[in-house]
């Protein structure tokens, strides 16, 4: 019996094995904070939280440090299933909340730039792999692997600077002006989306990209693909009928097996952009040292890259039909 | 002579080779080409001039020769978690791959685990504890880098070992041991170099990135710790793009490099050729 | 006899990092409407690449040389779009790998409906693709609609096969190219193909590419022997059979006593050595018959009755060249 990643294993073995990496993962929450050098109390506190050295025993003991390992484990299970994942000290609230609030603008962010960045990524690895060797691919494919080279945040950077500085197109950053409502309040929303949401896609329609490339190359190979040809069907009639309706199925899957890097890439331009996501949460939590906002933030993160994966699975099997 | 004629035969890995080949020869020569000691703090902000090639950072020191030495700790955390990871997963891959059974599904359920845990957050989460010392930077780089080595040489390990050769020599009593070093592993080195190009890539981006949220070595400098400054201490709001933009530079082309080099090693052979003179 | 396809001096060559490969080397050969040819060679003879280069499905970039006629019109260097529309209506390909030859991802009946699409012809409709189906054994109407519904993985090789086969009917062709139709089939699968085939016989002229040489005795009237990308014999099936003049299919004949099939490279031959500038007959290494000017000079065509042979041992004065 092999537990190997492969979308034809059944979907309750699937959902298990979901369910274990987020045990794991709530496990290396519970765990670190105890076991890494330093005090534990401010480990687990956050280097925000203020207490003297006689605090330091009443705070153990309401932090259960006394209690045995599987007891504290249970208790902070506990603790996560009713909301209370503890308390940041730099923003003064319970860390659900603003891990919660921070959550939702980087949603705003990502979720259009996945459809933008696999849309761009599909179209132009379709015709760049079908193109093989041609002076469009190697334009194509040579644009892509730059901006793949480039730091994200970088890139953010050099936007930043061009377009909102020295040209005043787009705001300098945040997210919206203040003051405004309705309508007003959703362009200009827009507006300040524009560059960081530029960013997001063309690094993502990178990656993508070259996956989506390799993909069609390598279909383009195959014998359907020259039975095609063979019964005289028009370019186009190949080229969406049969070659773009493989290569959904591994972009698909690709897209959203990638989510933990994109997240990780938006993470770091929210940073540059002061948009008030997990980026901008997790840059100031590192800075104060507020270690309850990390783990929280961070099992959030990883709660979301599960879901992806899981939502990978789930269209894998609905796009190939070999696997239902 | 050989390996210089394959080199110029293949553009693609000449380019990638000379490319990383500078930042190399910029990290072991740094001595010499600084033409100041980065360390030393001195007038803060000035722009570029014959005295300072690119100005100076916020502490007055001399950002060219900053970014000449920091070629040393980026490629050096690179290289060093890149080899540790891939040491680590071709073991890993290796071992899993030729026993099988309960080891392998233990090895490849670890193995899953840190592939779909985002590499960054994970790395940042450790790191916050850690403390920001480089060795700490390179263990939790290479934490996060083995599984995907050590699936992609499991997999090849397991299509080698049903070969024939493998078998026979199994039959004639040849130890397991023996049976990896020789026989698998010869096959499995092309993954495995190509695997490694990949992994200092990610290396080098994930320290960038670490460095630039305020998570790096302050007592070295680095591309990502340059970039970090730049950012936080005044280089972005005051538009002094000769700071923030020559370390991105470096660390783009440094990644495009590595990325011609792995590159040349997949652009071996037309796999429709293959097939055509197959018929 | 009005000739279908006339293909004379084809030179298909491919660059490769290994040198220049010559997979087609002045390949002569013709086939009269109506009748039946087959052509037969061990694998690496340039079979495949003959019957890509018939379809002009080779990549750009091959060096493609000679004349082919199909239906007096030329079609080497045709332009694709022309190209295009010939294949999948005058022409048509069953192909070797009916595993392969499908897209995975869409219903047999999609697949087959683009035949029908790209006809233009609205009086075929998936109507005439079921009634051949059902011809072709696949069962009554209503099973032959199950089997379009389903995705090629769902279905049994044979019945792939019949697939395809019907495919390549559906369009009429004047001429049908089937490549290697009963290779790793089973018995009965395999007589059920030869039947089909036999049935399509009468519709096209067929051009089987083969190694089975039973079933090319029974389809086909003409034969060619293939041998490094030259057709080094051609002519009536049984008297080639019963009598073949060229060495090589000597050597074809008598493994063909051994056992039916010929799955086996014969000879020392490989496709790695279609590589080089060989001055002589590529087959003389391996000549029981050669002399010294088959290592040094190519022989030519020579007519004798029906045939056609190329060696040396009949270019000798008072044979007819072709």
Redesign the interface.
């Known amino acids: 019996m092999q537990r190997h990643y492969h979308p034809a294993a059944s979907f309750l073995g699937k959902a298990l094995r979901y369910s274990i990496v987020l045990i794991v993962i709530i496990a290396l929450n519970f765990l670190i904070p105890r076991v890494m050098p330093g005090d534990p109390v401010k480990n687990i506190l956050g280097e925000q939280a203020y207490y003297t050295a006689e605090d330091v025993a009443a705070l153990s003991a309401e932090l259960g440090l006394d209690k045995p390992v599987y007891q504290q484990f249970g208790d902070y299970l506990g603790g996560l299933f009713s909301g209370d994942w503890g308390y940041s000290y730099l923003y003064m609230q319970p860390v659900l909340e603003a891990v919660g609030g921070h959550l939702l603008w980087t949603l705003v962010l990502i979720l259009p730039a996945i459809i933008l960045g696999a849309l761009l990524a599909g179209l132009a690895g379709l015709v760049a792999g079908y193109f093989r060797k041609t002076p469009l691919d190697i334009g194509l494919t040579s644009g892509f692997m730059l901006v793949y080279a480039m730091p994200h945040y970088w890139i953010a950077m050099l936007m930043l600077m061009f377009f909102s500085f020295n040209l005043g197109w787009f705001p300098m950053g945040k997210v919206t002006t203040g003051g405004l409502s309705g309508f007003a309040y959703f362009a200009d929303l827009l507006w300040h989306m524009a560059l960081p949401l530029l960013v997001i896609t063309l690094f993502k329609a990178a990656y993508d990209f070259l996956i989506m490339r390799n993909t069609v190359i390598s279909i383009c190979g195959e014998d359907y693909i020259l039975m095609a040809r063979a019964k005289g069907l028009s370019r186009g009639r190949i080229l969406f009928k049969h070659i773009l309706r493989n290569s959904l199925a591994p972009l698909v899957t690709v897209t959203a097996i990638q989510f933990g890097m994109l997240f990780s890439g938006v993470l770091l331009v929210e940073t540059v952009f002061s948009w008030p996501g997990m980026g901008t949460l997790i840059y100031e939590a590192i800075g104060a040292r507020d270690y309850p906002l990390i783990q929280g933030a961070f099992l959030i993160i990883a709660v979301c890259v599960l879901l992806a994966n899981m939502t990978a699975d789930l269209l894998y099997r609905r796009l190939d039909p070999r696997t239902a | 002579m050989n390996i210089l004629k394959k080199l110029t035969a293949n553009k693609l890995l000449f380019f990638g080779v000379v490319l990383l080949g500078i930042f190399v020869l910029s990290a072991v020569f740094a001595p010499l080409i600084s033409p100041h000691d980065p360390w030393t703090y001195g007038q803060a902000f000035l722009h570029p001039s014959a005295q300072h090639l690119l100005g100076t950072n916020d502490v007055g020191q001399d950002i060219f020769s900053e970014l000449v030495y920091s070629a040393r700790v980026s490629l050096w955390v690179g290289f060093v978690s890149a080899s540790l990871a891939t040491l680590l997963g071709v073991a890993v891959g290796i071992w899993a791959g030729f026993r099988?059974g309960w080891l392998?599904?233990v090895l490849?359920?670890m193995a899953?685990?840190f592939l779909?845990?985002?590499?960054?957050?994970?790395v940042?989460?450790?790191s916050?504890?850690?403390?920001p010392s480089i060795w700490n930077i390179i263990l939790v780089i290479a934490l996060t880098l083995w599984p995907g080595t050590a699936?992609v040489i499991r997999s090849q390990v397991i299509t080698i070992r049903q070969s024939g050769y493998v078998e026979s020599a199994r039959i004639m009593g040849a130890s397991e041991f023996r049976l990896m070093w020789r026989h698998v592993l010869p096959n499995v080195l092309p993954l495995v170099a190509a695997k490694f190009i990949l992994a200092v890539a990610v290396a080098l981006?994930l320290e960038?990135?670490m460095s630039?949220?305020?998570?790096g070595d302050p007592s070295q400098k680095s591309w990502?710790m340059m970039?970090h400054y730049a950012?936080s201490r005044g280089g972005?709001v005051q538009?002094l793009?000769w700071w923030?933009?020559p370390p991105?530079l470096c660390?783009?082309?440094c990644?495009?490099g590595l990325?011609f080099i792995n590159m040349s090693f997949e652009d071996r052979?037309d796999?429709?050729?293959q097939?055509?003179?197959?018929? | 006899m009005k000739n279908l396809l006339v293909v004379s001096n084809l030179h298909v060559y491919f660059e490769t990092p290994a040198g220049l490969v010559r997979a087609n080397n002045g390949l002569n050969l013709h086939l009269e409407e109506g009748c039946n040819l087959g052509i037969m060679g061990e694998s690496g003879c340039g079979k495949t690449v003959l019957v890509y280069t018939l379809l002009g499905l080779q990549q750009p970039g091959k060096i493609i040389t000679g004349s082919i006629l199909f239906s007096g019109r030329e079609l080497v260097n045709l332009p694709e779009a022309e190209l295009n529309h010939i294949r999948g209506r005058q022409i048509a390909l069953i192909p070797q790998n009916q595993s392969t030859a499908l897209n995975p991802l869409l219903k047999v009946g999609e697949q087959i409906g683009e035949v029908c699409v790209n006809l233009n012809r609205p009086d075929i409709r998936l109507e005439g693709a079921r009634r051949l189906l059902s011809d072709l054994g696949l069962g009554d109407i209503h099973s032959v609609e199950h089997i379009l519904k389903s995705y090629p993985h769902q279905l049994s090789g044979g019945m792939r096969q019949r697939v395809l086969t019907a495919m390549a009917l559906l369009s009429e062709p004047d001429l049908l190219v089937a490549d290697e139709p009963t290779t790793a089939l089973d018995a009965n699968t395999r007589t059920t193909t030869l039947n089909i085939l036999k049935e399509a016989s009468k519709r096209t002229s067929l051009l089987v590419i083969s190694h089975d040489l039973p079933a090319l005795k029974t389809l086909c009237p003409k034969l060619g022997v293939m041998y490094a990308g030259r057709i080094v014999e051609y002519g009536d099936t049984l008297s080639l059979m019963s009598n073949p003049l060229h060495p090589y299919s000597r050597l074809l004949m008598k493994c063909q006593q051994a056992g039916d099939y010929l799955d086996i490279p014969l000879t020392g031959f490989e496709s790695r050595d279609l590589l080089g500038d060989n001055e002589g007959c590529s087959f003389a290494p391996f000549c029981p018959q050669a002399t010294g000017i088959c290592f040094k000079e190519l022989p030519l065509e020579v007519c004798l009755d029906n045939s056609r042979v190329v060696c040396h041992l009949y270019t000798q004065s008072g044979m007819k060249l072709c």
């Open positions: 099988r392998d599904n490849m359920g899953d685990i779909v845990i985002p590499a960054l957050p994970l940042i989460l450790l916050v504890y850690l403390g699936r981006l960038a990135s630039f949220l305020g998570l990502g970039l950012f972005f538009n793009y923030y933009l991105g660390i783009t082309l990644i495009l990325t052979t796999p429709r050729l097939r055509i003179l197959d018929r």
